[in-house]
């Protein structure tokens, strides 16, 4: 890969409290896509207002995209992005069998957690105005064990694990031109391609495993994901569809 793909914005920030807070403020302004990258963060979050960690060397950076369409519908670009990091990973380390994809927004590194996805957005109704991806890449340096969730995938980083040193502005330069390819894709043909290569490389397919909200945990085979984008297991009560949820291995 090489270049930058057309029609987006790249500003590099050497510190912000996060890119996401950072989209939101400049989304009112922006005419097209721009991605946000930050050498340090002050506040970084992931999911459900959980910290993240993000030591100088790592990759944070928020895609900001203008949309004019339902929520359900972008909430999709996850599997976008997850894709478009997968290509981005493969690029810079020339190692495809190493990394594969996790639902709902995480990418594995030899079965560790590399990087996470996270989606936020605004709008009126059931119609949202821009959407923000917010990317976290573990390239120097991971967060110990005791600093994640018990049970959750242990933290790996790409230095670490494969020898491999890249910097943030290298690894957006890849990324941005793969997942400039993805939304096109997604914007012409819809889900179902995006659907069919995120199956391809997907983590623990047709494999037992657990999904978990607040209220509800789900033991079963990983089938699919749906044209939704919902996880579908098969569990010893029949096939479910799973809209949202924590999984583990």
Do not use: C
């Amino acid at each position: 890969m090489s270049g930058w793909p057309d029609g987006y914005g790249r500003r590099i920030m050497a510190s912000v409290d996060s890119t996401l807070s950072e989209a939101a403020r400049i989304a009112p302004e922006i005419a097209g896509p721009e991605w946000i990258l930050a050498h340090t963060q002050t506040a970084a979050r992931g999911r459900r207002g959980r910290a993240w960690s993000a030591p100088t060397g790592n990759f944070s950076a928020t895609l900001v995209l203008p949309v004019a369409e339902p929520a359900q519908h972008a909430a999709l670009r996850s599997f976008v992005a997850s894709l478009a990091l997968y290509d981005a990973f493969v690029a810079v380390s020339g190692q495809s069998a190493a990394f594969a994809l996790k639902w709902p927004n995480d990418v594995l590194l030899r079965g560790g957690k590399v990087a996470g996805i996270l989606l936020e957005s605004a709008g009126q109704g059931h119609v949202l105005s821009h959407l923000a991806i917010g990317i976290g890449v573990n390239l120097a340096a991971a967060p110990s064990v005791q600093d994640v969730e018990a049970g959750a995938v242990p933290p790996v980083a790409l230095r670490t694990t494969l020898g491999i040193d890249v910097t943030p502005e290298a690894f957006l330069d890849a990324l941005a031109v793969a997942y400039a390819n993805y939304e096109t894709q997604f914007r012409d043909f819809g889900f179902a391609p995006i659907r069919t290569a995120w199956m391809q490389k997907a983590a623990r397919l047709n494999e037992m495993i657990r999904a978990r909200t607040a209220r509800e945990e789900w033991h079963g085979i990983f089938r699919e994901v749906d044209a939704d984008g919902q996880l579908v297991l098969e569990t010893a009560k029949g096939r479910i569809s799973v809209p949202a949820a924590d999984v583990y291995f």
